[in-house]
């Protein structure tokens, strides 16, 4: 069973930044292409950012392209999500997940638990 724990979240003003982390265990990590998701109350889960397993290649929902970067360490088992220029309408649980394969693709997911990323204005 694959494990993921999230950890960084918090509370934020807008304009700052968080560094969320993502320790992955019981799995090949370098096998996986990992993403990050975010879920705000009464809106659907929405993939925000994703890299495949090598770190090669990257996406980037358009609300965050130039303010988020994802990235990963092979050797740590870790994806990170930077966040920066946060706004409010970034809060929401942020939830990392892990699909086997070379790039991101269609489920199914392996997810973590969540962490929750506040941002006030």
């Known amino acids: 069973q694959v494990q993921l724990v999230e950890s960084g979240g918090g509370l934020v003003q807008a304009g700052g930044s968080l560094r969320l982390s993502c320790a992955a265990s019981?799995?090949?990590?370098?096998?996986?292409?990992m993403a990050w998701f975010r879920q705000a109350p009464g809106k659907e889960r929405e993939r925000v950012a994703s890299?495949?397993?090598?770190?090669?290649?990257?996406y980037y929902a358009d609300s965050v392209k130039g303010r988020f970067t994802i990235s990963r360490e092979n050797a740590k088992n870790t994806v990170y999500l930077q966040m920066n220029s946060l706004k409010p309408e970034d809060t929401a649980v942020y939830y990392c997940?892990?699909?086997?394969?070379?790039?991101?693709?269609?489920?199914?997911?392996?997810w973590g638990q969540g962490t929750q990323v506040t941002v006030s204005s």
């Open positions: 019981r799995l090949t990590f370098s096998n996986y292409a």
């Open positions: 890299i495949s397993r090598s770190g090669g290649s990257t």
């Open positions: 997940a892990a699909r086997w394969g070379s790039n991101w693709s269609p489920g199914p997911y392996d």
